[in-house]
């Protein structure tokens, strides 16, 4: 396999006494879907905000196709190429869905941020936006206010918006949650073409098991901030250590 797009390096951060990542190591791939589980307060959230620049290191190196991002602040990744949705999607939410959509062209082409410093109306994304919202299964009026969406619609448009913008890495925090069964197959299929037509490494944390043992091709599973167990999904579904994570009892208990 081709090298990392992304590397976690022996990555540690505590907050006072209370450690959220230990020691963590983590490589993902051009087009791999690689989740990201672990009990409900593992670290997971903790470890895209380090990954993404929202919080610093204590100690350790996070490479972006074999560059040191360690030290770099959250806009120059983003600039980079690391991309992230949140649990709750983040809009502007007094602008239309035009101008929520242009901050990911502007990510992607820098003519295009020029042109908006302006007041110039360039609309070339329109058609890879049409073909996103197609596979999304919804659509809208780019003049509509965003407020317009429903919920799963929005966190669907974010994961459409950070795709647009052409990133390398995308990371990806708990999008089935909140969704119909429809609006997550439509999620998958999203996420599906990003890796596998634009050839994007995606990190992805989800409660929902059966989505991740769909799309993942590797899983880490975290708790108390340590990886506990990586591997495909058959070998992770076999880890005593996850099992005992995840129920609180040895599997042949």
Do not use: W
């Not at 919804?138 to 918006?161: A, C, H, P, W, Y």
């Not at 999008?175 to 997550?184: D, K, T, V």
């Amino acid at each position: 396999m081709n090298r990392p797009i992304l590397e976690l390096i022996d990555v540690n951060k505590a907050f006072g006494g209370v450690v959220v990542a230990e020691h963590v190591n983590l490589k993902l791939y051009p087009g791999e879907i690689h989740g990201l589980i672990g009990p409900n307060g593992a670290g997971k959230t903790t470890l895209l905000n380090l990954i993404s620049g929202i919080y610093e290191m204590d100690s350790g190196r996070i490479e972006l196709n074999g560059e040191d991002i360690s030290n770099m602040p959250a806009y120059l990744r983003a600039r980079k190429g690391i991309g992230r949705t949140f649990q709750m999607p983040r809009f502007l939410d007094k602008a239309d869905i035009e101008e929520n959509i242009r901050i990911a062209d502007d990510l992607a082409n820098p003519v295009s941020f020029l042109k908006s410093y302006f007041g110039k109306n360039d609309r070339a994304y329109v058609p890879r936006l049409n073909e996103l919202t197609r596979i999304a299964g919804f659509s809208f009026n780019l003049e509509d206010d965003i407020s317009s969406l429903t919920f799963g619609q929005r966190k669907m448009l974010e994961i459409i918006r950070a795709i647009l913008a052409n990133h390398k890495v995308l990371l990806v925090d708990e999008p089935a949650a909140g969704l119909n069964g429809a609006e997550i197959e439509n999620e998958i299929s999203l996420l599906k073409h990003a890796a596998k037509n634009m050839n994007m490494g995606i990190l992805l944390i989800e409660h929902s098991m059966d989505m991740i043992m769909n799309i993942c091709s590797n899983i880490t599973v975290i708790n108390f901030g340590s990886v506990i167990g990586n591997g495909t999904p058959d070998e992770i579904a076999a880890n005593q250590d996850v099992i005992e994570a995840y129920l609180g009892r040895s599997k042949d208990a």
